[in-house]
């Protein structure tokens, strides 16, 4: 929540929504006066720059962290919590009118999109599926003005797990939930609430038709007119021309994380500078999205570029979206390329073959798709296809396209016609069903931050040790002073083997109850109150366990560690996702279970 004001470690506050915080109390006092989902003033200056006052404004969110009082016993030296009361939750917010700049003839056709864009805030409060910030920012476009609807790239909001904050005409700022993260294309649906902007004048992006079908694709040299968004969050108009169109190339990441594959885009003549923005015709018909693509470099360093997304390959979520149907999403768990057909004329393929893609591809130069890779070795589909082997037909229709392979909608097979050693083959190949929301499910243990391996991580194996994977340690905790490191799978707990999550929650709940046990008895012994207020019944570090872990690496690397539970300092927690919203949740490992 202060992250989101900016105001982190060393940073010494001084009032909250106008309200002076000299000490704790004051502070806990203002807090706890707040309403969640909104966003109030906070003055504060860094330590290291004392005469430097800042007023920043601060999302009030409370679902993500305790809010708590820590006091410290002289005696024993043990600090005991006390909880606080979080900011207020309220369903009821005052609806707000405000306008849209009337922007003159000289930013056509800016004028007529401008009422459909918005800014798109997203806030990471854990680092799951491969995250290393936790501020994301960039354009959303208005898709469906009546069910509150906004698209962005997932440069925007790559995960799940997060807060959302929307701001219409530079004026207004409300919280939306992400109800879509498409697993395959470089987009991510939200939604708010309509009621919340009064009588705002917002208006959904209108598609060109033949674009919106798929009849028609931007390709090299067609004329375009780019509105985008500038760092400054202003409008500008770019005319240029479509430079190239082609597959988009992007590298896996460490740690993991989601990437743009099987999908192909545009570059313009000059590649503008900015956040994003959309490609339309002179009338503000949409042909084109301008979306952020993230991408790694050799080094591993974060990079990013831009490229044009074609509006057809949103079609089917849109719409489905908007007619309430449930769309099915599945795959081939395959990365896909380009082959020439000098290279495939290699390979074996016919010359029948050759010439019937030729005669398909009168406007430009033929080429074949082939299994760049397995994404999922798991699935299926990994156990009938083999890297080479180049796609000829699927369900009998010659490929023509990436989208063709890409997604499968409702599908749960297809009948492929594959070139392989210089033969064709005919295989039906299950395919496999894409999670539109990924992570539903995390668990925080001693300072680790646990989940399932999501898509990003099983690219990068053959075979998964558990569906237990450290994604994140926390500095100070028990996982990390003991040196359990992110990106290793937790297969076994005190000899007994953990599989899922499931089996992790188990055995928490097993050794929680052997510390209350052990706290209880030492209590007991020395004739003091069996459960003193407001402290704690694993009182302190002293009573945590020693647990013997085995974890593997991507490599098939084993290695045993040996941790020193807190769950005084250091509490078990799961964090859930339940109907689109995050709930933190204490007491599922406190059950007095022993078995």
Known sequence: MLGSACAWRDSIILSVNHIPTPNLDAFAEAISSLTSGTRVPIKYFSIDKIHKEKIMIMNVTCQ??????????????????????????????????????????????????????VSVDFYVPYLVDGMVNTQHYGPGYIIDKKHGLVLCDRDTVPISAGDVYLTFAQSLVITAKIVFLHPVYNFTVLQYNPELLG????????????????????????????????????PFVRRT???????????????????????????????????????????????????NVSNSDSKGNNTSF??????????????????????????????????????????????????????????NYSKFYYVLGLMNRQSHASKLLNVGDVVLEVNGNLVTDITDLAVFYNLPHVDLTILREQEEIHL?????????????????????????????????????????????????????????KPGVWITELEGERIKTLDDLTAFIKNINAKMRQKSHTSTTNAGGDVNPPEQSSLESSDSGEYVRMTVVNKLGVSKVLSLKLDEHYWPSMQILNVDSQWKVDFDVFNDNCTS
């Open 64 to 117: 993500w962290h305790p809010f708590r009082m820590a006091t410290r016993d002289p005696n024993t030296g043990l600090w005991s919590y006390k909880d606080l009361n979080k900011p207020l939750t309220s369903e009821i917010f005052e609806s707000n009118t405000v306008k849209y700049p009337n922007l003159g003839a000289n930013l056509t056709p800016a004028n007529l999109l401008w009422p459909s864009f």
């Open 199 to 234: 009588e705002t004048d917002v208006e959904e992006l209108k598609f060109s038709p033949e674009y919106y079908n798929g009849t028609k694709k931007l390709i090299q040299g067609d004329e375009a007119i780019l509105v985008g968004v500038g760092s400054d969050h202003n």
């Open 241 to 291: 021309l479509v430079s190239s169109r082609g597959m988009l190339s992007t590298n896996e990441s460490s740690p993991p994380r989601w990437r743009v594959s099987n999908v192909e885009g545009i570059k313009l003549d000059d590649q503008p500078s900015c956040q994003g923005g959309v490609i339309s015709d002179e009338n503000g018909l949409v042909k084109s999205f301008w979306v």
């Open 306 to 363: 831009m490229a044009g997304l074609d509006v057809s390959i949103i079609r089917p979520v849109v719409e489905g979206l908007k007619h309430g149907h449930k769309l099915e999403l599945r795959s081939l768990d395959a990365e896909f390329w380009t082959i020439k057909p000098a290279a495939a004329r290699s390979l074996g393929m016919s010359g029948e073959r050759l010439k019937q893609m030729s005669d398909r591809c009168v406007d």
């Open 428 to 484: 039906r190949v299950p395919t496999s069903e894409l999670p539109t929301f990924e992570t539903t499910r995390i668990i925080s243990w001693a300072g680790a931050i646990v989940q399932q391996p999501y898509r990003a991580v099983q690219e990068q194996l053959q075979e998964l040790p558990s569906m237990v994977y450290v994604t994140c340690t926390l500095f100070g905790s028990p996982a990390n002073s003991y040196g359990l």
